[in-house]
């Protein structure tokens, strides 16, 4: 491999330029002609018309119409489902939560959506003598606690209506009801109490790609540590690492989380 003056490997400026390009296509831009593609890379026309005939020829890139407009091709889906198919989101969540644990200081978890259920794949607990704790495969309902809150209000109203439509004796309807709609409004969960007796938990939800809610983030600990002032901090480290995570399933659109069927 080549490396520079400071003995750091040198990437190859062909596949730069190739990967440039490749990036330049998006769901709100799926198709685009050569001078729009030599705006966004900026490379000579003979350059990007290599470029473009080299990927073309892998597959990668496609070309229709006249005048050409060229998109991503057969290539890209195939390699997209072999990441897809190895792809881990407890491995990819863990490094995600490690962090979360040490910026708040207090036990994080993730937590997946397995039918109408909240499972704990992964805990991070917090370092202090005095934590709460759930323990990897903890199941609860989702119409209990931050981390079930936070997937429940983002699932289609069809799943969300059969869940509020069988609560158990004691559980307010109405009450849920508004619980999820202020969860849908900031993006997130709190509850005290609710799961374990003096503890207090954050959660927020993750998406996949098809914008669908995979599960949530937690962050928890004792009510007698934890006040506004920590929930306030950790809320918005909680509320970076769900994108973060959303991000890495390929999810991307963030301003406004949809409400979708996939409730697993």
Same mark, same amino acid.
């Given at each position: 491999?080549?490396?520079?003056?400071?003995?750091?490997?040198?990437?190859?400026?062909?596949? *730069?330029?190739?990967?440039?390009?490749?990036?330049?296509?998006?769901? *709100?831009?799926?198709?685009?002609?050569?001078?729009? $593609?030599?705006?966004?890379? +900026?490379?000579?026309?003979?350059? $990007?018309?290599?470029?473009?005939?080299?990927?073309?020829?892998?597959?990668?890139?496609?070309?229709?119409?006249?005048? #050409? @407009?060229?998109?991503?091709?057969?290539?890209?889906?195939?390699?997209?489902? &072999?990441?897809?198919?190895?792809?881990?989101?407890?491995?990819? !969540?863990?490094?995600?939560?490690?962090?979360?644990? *040490? #910026?708040?200081?207090?036990?994080?978890?993730? /937590?997946?959506?397995?039918? =109408?259920?909240?499972? /704990?794949?992964?805990?991070?607990?917090?370092?202090?003598? $005095?934590?709460?704790?759930?323990?990897?495969? %903890?199941?609860?309902?989702? %119409? /209990?606690?931050?981390?079930?809150?936070?997937?429940?209000?983002?699932?289609?109203?069809?799943?969300?209506?059969? &869940?509020?439509?069988?609560?158990?004796?004691?559980?307010?309807?109405? +009450?849920?009801?508004?619980?999820?709609?202020?969860? +849908?409004?900031?993006?997130?969960?709190?509850? #005290?109490?609710?799961?374990? &007796?003096?503890?207090?938990?954050?959660?927020?939800?993750?998406?996949?790609?098809?914008?669908?809610?995979?599960?949530?983030?937690?962050?928890?600990?004792?009510?007698? +540590?934890?006040? =506004?002032?920590?929930?306030?901090?950790?809320?918005?480290?909680?509320? !970076?690492?769900?994108?973060?995570?959303? @991000?890495?399933?390929?999810?991307?659109?963030?301003? #406004? !989380?949809?409400?979708?069927? !996939? =409730?697993?």
């Amino acid at each position: 491999m080549a490396r520079g003056a400071s003995g750091k490997i040198k990437s190859v400026r062909a596949v *730069d330029r190739a990967i440039e390009i490749l990036q330049c296509f998006s769901t *709100d831009k799926p198709s685009m002609s050569v001078v729009e $593609l030599q705006k966004k890379v +900026r490379l000579s026309r003979p350059t $990007l018309y290599r470029l473009l005939h080299t990927l073309t020829a892998k597959g990668l890139v496609r070309a229709d119409g006249e005048p #050409q @407009r060229f998109a991503l091709d057969h290539g890209v889906a195939q390699l997209a489902h &072999v990441w897809f198919a190895t792809f881990d989101t407890t491995d990819a !969540a863990r490094p995600i939560v490690a962090h979360l644990r *040490d #910026q708040t200081g207090e036990t994080a978890a993730l /937590c997946l959506l397995r039918g =109408n259920l909240r499972i /704990c794949a992964l805990e991070m607990t917090s370092p202090h003598a $005095l934590s709460s704790a759930q323990g990897v495969g %903890y199941s609860g309902p989702i %119409y /209990c606690g931050a981390s079930g809150k936070a997937i429940l209000a983002f699932m289609s109203e069809e799943a969300t209506a059969s &869940v509020l439509g069988h609560l158990p004796e004691g559980i307010s309807r109405k +009450r849920l009801r508004e619980d999820l709609a202020k969860v +849908r409004e900031e993006g997130f969960a709190v509850s #005290q109490g609710e799961v374990i &007796v003096g503890g207090v938990g954050i959660a927020a939800p993750f998406f996949d790609r098809d914008s669908g809610v995979v599960g949530s983030i937690l962050v928890h600990g004792p009510q007698a +540590r934890l006040g =506004n002032d920590w929930i306030m901090r950790s809320t918005k480290l909680l509320v !970076a690492a769900a994108s973060q995570l959303s @991000r890495a399933l390929g999810h991307t659109k963030f301003s #406004q !989380a949809k409400r979708t069927s !996939a =409730n697993g």
